[in-house]
């Protein structure tokens, strides 16, 4: 699950990525082999720690970037990026706000993140590359090829974890149909669903950074996350045990705080998303409330799955129920009666 630095950085990626007028001017900057410090927010806390420059209040664009970076000082923009505020300001930041960085303008640009939690770009001459500081995290920006080739890398990856996935989840199906499933069918699917959104997560991280060079990514990961985030959590919601204060929510959210480690330690994620554990093996056998599976039946609303869940409790009493006793869920006539039963006899015979 991503923190709030996480997502502050995420934020400052998006308004530099390829494409983009800041990512334009940054760009200008790197290929005219000059260096520069950009404060992307020009609220009061960031005016107090300017001395001298020039009060600019102009529109930007990445001309007029390029040009403002012969001159030695920082440039402040907008917190939109669409005007430059000033320009060849001497910063002057907490000097007590630890720095891990040597260069006077990497250390000035890490000091006034730190300490302002506003987007700080240094772009380094001699180093030819571009440094996002934002809060107490830093991120160097990489060239768009080698982004590509990461998200290609992550891409194949992801393939082979979901077709994992898709095949344990069909045996989990299978199972749920005769009501043999056991704790350590519930926990296999639960880590291979998680790890699969995990890797996702990542390329999703790769695609901020491309903009729109990243389209093609972006069809090949859509198509592969199809369902998975969706299936995780009804499959959590067929399981686990909820209460007043640990809904579905609160269960989702503490899967996702678990590091890897936790996640493929069973006890660890049985206890943490409050699966029942029945006996010290995880053998014996778990009842499915069936969200899941009724769930994907087709033309089925959310509130008939709910209506029928409520009403049989278990998802093998509706596999064990005749046509009539599943008309007389509201919401379910005839035909979704028999819909229902033809469903669920095709997945048991998969």
């Given at each position: 699950m991503a923190t709030r630095s996480d997502r502050s950085m995420l934020r400052a990626l998006a308004q530099i990525a390829p494409g983009s007028p800041l990512r334009d001017g940054l760009d200008r900057v790197l290929q005219s082999g000059r260096g520069g410090l950009i404060i992307v927010g020009?609220?009061?806390?960031?005016?107090?720690?300017?001395?001298?420059?020039?009060?600019?209040?102009?529109?930007?664009?990445?001309?007029?970037?390029?040009?403002?970076?012969?001159?030695?000082?920082?440039?402040?923009?907008?917190?939109?990026?669409?005007?430059?505020?000033?320009?060849?300001?001497?910063?002057?930041?907490?000097?007590?706000?630890?720095?891990?960085?040597?260069?006077?303008?990497?250390?000035?640009?890490?000091?006034?993140?730190?300490?302002?939690?506003?987007?700080?770009?240094?772009?380094?001459?001699?180093?030819?590359?571009?440094?996002?500081?934002?809060?107490?995290?830093?991120?160097?920006?990489?060239?768009?090829?080698?982004?590509?080739?990461?998200?290609?890398?992550?891409?194949?990856?992801?393939?082979?974890?979901?077709?994992?996935?898709?095949?344990?989840?069909?045996?989990?199906?299978?199972?749920e149909i005769v009501n043999l499933v056991s704790l350590h069918h519930v926990i296999e699917v639960l880590q291979r669903s998680e790890m699969v959104v995990r890797i996702a997560t990542e390329i999703e991280r790769n695609l901020v950074e491309l903009g729109s060079d990243g389209r093609l990514v972006r069809l090949q990961l859509d198509e592969l996350m199809a369902g998975v985030a969706d299936d995780r959590a009804l499959l959590i919601r067929d399981y686990f045990r909820p209460s007043a204060s640990f809904g579905i929510d609160e269960a989702m959210d503490a899967l996702a705080g678990l590091d890897d480690d936790a996640l493929f330690d069973a006890t660890i994620l049985a206890k943490t998303v409050r699966l029942p554990t029945g006996d010290d093996d995880g053998g014996s056998n778990l009842a499915s409330r069936g969200y899941r599976l009724l769930t994907h039946l087709p033309r089925i609303t959310e509130a008939a799955v709910t209506n029928v869940v409520d009403h049989f409790g278990t998802l093998s009493a509706v596999v064990e129920a005749t046509t009539e006793q599943l008309t007389e869920v509201e919401g379910i006539g005839i035909r979704k009666a028999k819909g229902i039963q033809d469903w669920l006899r095709r997945v048991g015979e998969e």
């Amino acid at each position: 699950m991503a923190t709030r630095s996480d997502r502050s950085m995420l934020r400052a990626l998006a308004q530099i990525a390829p494409g983009s007028p800041l990512r334009d001017g940054l760009d200008r900057v790197l290929q005219s082999g000059r260096g520069g410090l950009i404060i992307v927010g020009d609220g009061p806390e960031v005016l107090n720690i300017c001395s001298g420059g020039f009060l600019l209040d102009a529109a930007y664009t990445p001309q007029r970037l390029s040009e403002l970076a012969k001159m030695d000082g920082a440039i402040i923009l907008a917190e939109d990026a669409s005007r430059i505020a000033r320009a060849n300001v001497h910063l002057v930041p907490n000097p007590n706000v630890p720095t891990s960085e040597t260069g006077t303008r990497h250390r000035t640009a890490e000091r006034v993140a730190r300490s302002l939690n506003v987007p700080v770009i240094a772009v380094s001459e001699s180093r030819k590359e571009i440094q996002v500081y934002d809060g107490g995290s830093r991120h160097s920006i990489e060239s768009v090829s080698r982004l590509l080739e990461r998200s290609n890398q992550a891409l194949q990856t992801l393939e082979r974890y979901r077709i994992r996935l898709d095949t344990v989840t069909k045996e989990l199906s299978a199972l749920e149909i005769v009501n043999l499933v056991s704790l350590h069918h519930v926990i296999e699917v639960l880590q291979r669903s998680e790890m699969v959104v995990r890797i996702a997560t990542e390329i999703e991280r790769n695609l901020v950074e491309l903009g729109s060079d990243g389209r093609l990514v972006r069809l090949q990961l859509d198509e592969l996350m199809a369902g998975v985030a969706d299936d995780r959590a009804l499959l959590i919601r067929d399981y686990f045990r909820p209460s007043a204060s640990f809904g579905i929510d609160e269960a989702m959210d503490a899967l996702a705080g678990l590091d890897d480690d936790a996640l493929f330690d069973a006890t660890i994620l049985a206890k943490t998303v409050r699966l029942p554990t029945g006996d010290d093996d995880g053998g014996s056998n778990l009842a499915s409330r069936g969200y899941r599976l009724l769930t994907h039946l087709p033309r089925i609303t959310e509130a008939a799955v709910t209506n029928v869940v409520d009403h049989f409790g278990t998802l093998s009493a509706v596999v064990e129920a005749t046509t009539e006793q599943l008309t007389e869920v509201e919401g379910i006539g005839i035909r979704k009666a028999k819909g229902i039963q033809d469903w669920l006899r095709r997945v048991g015979e998969e």
